[in-house]
Nanobody, 124 residues
Framework: QVQLVESGGGLVQAGGSLRLSCAASGRTVSSYAMAWFRQAPGKERQFVAHINWSGANTYYVDSVKGRFTISRENAKNTMYLQMNSLKIEDTAVYYC?????????????????WGQGTQVTVSS
């Protein structure tokens, strides 16, 4: 079993930056692909970014390309999301997730493990 815990969320002005972390425990996630999703009030959970088990391959939703960077440190069992040039529309609860497949997955149903989420609020 894998437990995921997000941290690093908060309130930031538009144009600012935040770095989210996702710490895994219970077992190593070095063989799992991982991703970040987000959910704004009244909206469905949305895919944000994906990283494969080694960190060599990443994939982003178009709306965050060039602004967000996903990375991982398997030795620390931790994944990150560096968010720059934040916009008001980035406001949401951000979730990390892990799946045991080898392909890029943007569908929530494919993920085996989820964190509890961390709130990111971008103000004008």
């Amino acid at each position: 079993q894998v437990q995921l815990v997000e941290s690093g969320g908060g309130l930031v002005q538009a144009g600012g930056s935040l770095r989210l972390s996702c710490a895994a425990s219970g077992r190593t996630v070095s063989s799992y692909a991982m991703a970040w999703f987000r959910q704004a009030p009244g909206k469905e959970r949305q895919f944000v970014a994906h990283i494969n088990w080694s960190g060599a391959n990443t994939y982003y939703v178009d709306s965050v390309k060039g602004r967000f960077t996903i990375s991982r440190e398997n030795a620390k069992n931790t994944m990150y999301l560096q968010m720059n040039s934040l916009k008001i529309e980035d406001t949401a609860v951000y979730y990390c997730a892990a799946h045991s497949g080898y392909t890029i997955e943007t569908r929530t149903m494919k993920y085996n493990y989820w964190g509890q989420g961390t709130q990111v609020t971008v103000s004008s």
